[in-house]
């Protein structure tokens, strides 16, 4: 197993449509599109696409949501290891135009059993997104001793995130994360410097990510890859394919700096706003290839 994703998964449903109806009315609208969500799970998904070979704990329901969650993570040759639960998790998404989309979901956190235990023989990397925090602690103080990379989706203030980033290595914060934390950015990368990761970054959206990469010194700009605003159709899951991205890279080839993985994953980005979905938008990886040598020379 190349690396580890620990994350709650849903069933996206994702809707185009010019008017929402409401009271008594119905409408038809544009086009739809039907996969898998979640942040970890989005990640692990685009690097088992890539060709890793993935593994992922995530909650199970013995429903037909479950069913097709199971069926779609065995396509792409994922390891799932289960912790059980009454309901599968929904979310129904509505793209406004642009980067904007509006989310709405039910899920069910209540956990009837716990994950399987893991072995971490071979594992190169675990990856995590605040959810199942105490199983990820669990999970990252064992990669911590074995000396595995560990990086963290922190896209909010989740429970026990400042525990989790005790055992982090690659933190990746969302704005939103300095919002809720009532930190400048300034203050978010000494607050993450303080908790021992040694490379942090600030996503921006469109705008960009500013990353710190504390042992060396280095900090940089990243900007995203332009991409018309007629072309954008669905900008969910663009950051966790993100995540999944530099992942692959850090993988693939370690030897590279962080800049290049970076670079790699908004090229895959780039890719998945232009299409509908989270799951059915990662991209191949041909096509991230192609972008990021079109684009090798954008700061």
């Known amino acids: 197993m190349d690396a580890l994703f620990i994350g709650h998964n849903y069933t996206d449903v994702t809707f185009v449509t010019d008017y929402i109806p409401t009271g008594d009315e119905k409408y038809v609208g544009d086009d739809y599109a039907f996969g898998v969500g979640g942040n970890a799970v989005v990640a692990a998904f685009t ?3 890539f060709g890793l070979d993935a593994g ?17 993570a065995a396509r792409h040759g994922i390891r799932i290891f289960p912790r059980t639960v009454n309901k599968s998790s929904l979310s129904l998404i509505l793209p406004n135009g ?3 989309r509006a989310i709405l979901r039910c899920r069910d956190t ?13 594992v190169d990397a ?25 990086s963290l989706d922190g896209g909010a203030d989740r429970p026990l995130i400042d525990d989790i980033l005790e055992y982090i290595d690659i933190a990746v914060m969302s704005e939103d994360f300095s919002k809720q ?21 600030i996503t921006y959206g469109s705008k960009g990510v500013n990353v710190y990469e504390f042992e060396t010194g280095n900090q940089y700009h990243i900007g995203s890859v332009p991409v018309p605003l007629e072309k954008i159709v669905d900008t969910t899951g663009a950051g966790d394919v993100f995540h999944g991205s530099y992942l692959y890279s850090y993988i693939e080839n370690p ?9 790699f994953a908004r090229c895959a980005s780039a ?5 509908m979905g989270a799951e059915p938008g990662i991209p191949l990886l041909t096509e991230v290839q192609e972008l990021y040598a079109e684009t090798a020379d954008l700061p």
């Open 98 to 100: 642009g980067d904007k």
């Open 271 to 275: 890719l998945c706003i232009q299409r």
């Open 181 to 201: 934390k009532k930190m400048t950015e300034e203050e978010t990368f000494e607050f993450l410097k303080g908790k021992g990761v040694k490379v942090a970054a």
């Open 255 to 263: 030897e590279k700096p962080w800049v290049e993985h970076f670079k």
């Open 110 to 122: 209540d956990y009837l059993t716990k994950p399987h235990q893991v072995r971490l023989k071979n």
């Open 47 to 49: 690097c088992a696409k």
């Open 56 to 72: 992922l704990i995530t909650q199970v329901a013995d429903d037909r949501l479950g069913d097709i969650f199971l069926q779609r």
């Open 126 to 150: 675990i990856h995590v997104d605040g959810h199942m925090p105490r199983v990820a602690l669990d999970v990252l103080k064992k990669a911590r001793d074995k000396g595995i990379l560990t």
